[in-house]
């Protein structure tokens, strides 16, 4: 059986930083592009960055760029968020999501998700 679980969420003050963890089971690492995504309140959810596990290629929405990294650590079957300079408009639960195939896309819709770690900004 497919499983993701997210962990690292919390709640932080604006500008700083917080990691998140997506740890997977059940499945060929490697086969599979890993995302993370997140909704805000009364929003829908959207996808913040993708990567495949099979050769590190990833993609961030412009609003991740250049603060936000994903990474994969294959023999841990783990993809991280690291996440800077946070803002109040970060605040949501951040899911991270798998998708069979070799490229991270798109990404967009994704197959399997995980149960979601809440993270919170205070200005």
């Known amino acids: 059986e497919v499983q993701l679980v997210e962990s690292g969420g919390g709640l932080v003050q604006a500008g700083g930083s917080l990691r998140l963890s997506c740890a997977a089971s059940?499945?060929?690492?490697?086969?599979?592009?890993i995302g993370w995504f997140r909704q805000a309140p009364g929003k829908p959810r959207q996808a913040v960055s993708c990567i495949s596990t099979y050769d590190g290629d990833s993609f961030y929405m412009d609003f991740a760029k250049g603060r936000f990294t994903i990474s994969s650590d294959n023999a841990k079957k783990t993809v991280y968020l690291q996440m800077n300079n946070l803002k109040p408009e970060d605040t949501a639960v951040y899911y991270c999501?798998?998708?069979?195939?070799?490229?991270?896309?798109?990404?967009?819709?994704?197959?399997?998700y995980g149960q979601g770690t809440q993270v919170t900004v205070s200005s």
């Open positions: 999501a798998a998708m069979r195939g070799s490229s991270w896309s798109p990404c967009y819709e994704y197959d399997i």
């Open positions: 059940g499945f060929t690492f490697g086969d599979y592009a």
